[in-house]
């Protein structure tokens, strides 16, 4: 004999069924609060593209070079090497790296690089030159160890 099992769902009340239909009335009559005001010298000082400041503060000039100081580190570069490396020997091929794209990090006892670069295979195509081939890959370079990879791919094509 299979016992029974008798589910009861029970609804408890939030509280707004509980009032009165007149205070009910009186509680969705009422018209939502304004939106917040923005300051206006704020606005002002952030409207022009040349000086525009991002959350961080930065203009669009000091982020340009600043990501482009990290995409021409030295760290960065030979992870993309290394990342191209392995993806070479894992999936017998031979891409030789370009250069770096994009790269973003998180530092945690080391770097954890997501890495957007570029390489060439020895296949020449129709037009007789070597196209390059986008990359991603996610290495972590720890402090004094050696680098681990997660994953090196080439980009999905659109």
């Known amino acids: 004999m ?3 099992v008798r589910l009861v769902i029970l609804r408890i009340p939030s509280g ?3 009032r009165t239909p007149q205070k009910k009335q009186k509680l ?6 304004p ?13 022009s593209d040349s000086e525009s400041e991002d959350e961080d503060g930065m203009t ?5 070079r600043y990501l482009k100081k990290v995409r021409e580190s030295e760290e960065v570069k030979s992870c993309s090497e290394w ?3 392995r993806f070479n020997s894992d999936n017998n091929t031979n891409y030789q ?3 770096v794209l994009k790269a973003n990090s998180v530092f945690c006892a080391g770097n ?8 060439k295979d020895d296949v020449v195509d129709a037009d007789g030159e070597r196209s390059p081939v986008i990359f991603h890959a996610k290495v972590y370079a720890p402090i004094g160890g050696e680098k681990e990879y997660y994953f090196c791919r080439p980009k999905l094509k659109s």
């Open 2 to 4: 299979v016992p029974l």
């Open 16 to 18: 707004f069924e509980l």
């Open 28 to 33: 969705l009559s009422k018209p939502p609060p």
């Open 35 to 47: 939106p917040p005001q923005r300051d206006e010298q704020k606005s002002k000082e952030t409207n």
């Open 60 to 64: 669009a000039e000091q982020k340009e």
């Open 83 to 85: 990342a191209i490396r």
């Open 97 to 99: 790296f370009v250069e």
């Open 112 to 119: 954890e690089f997501y890495l957007t670069f570029t390489a």
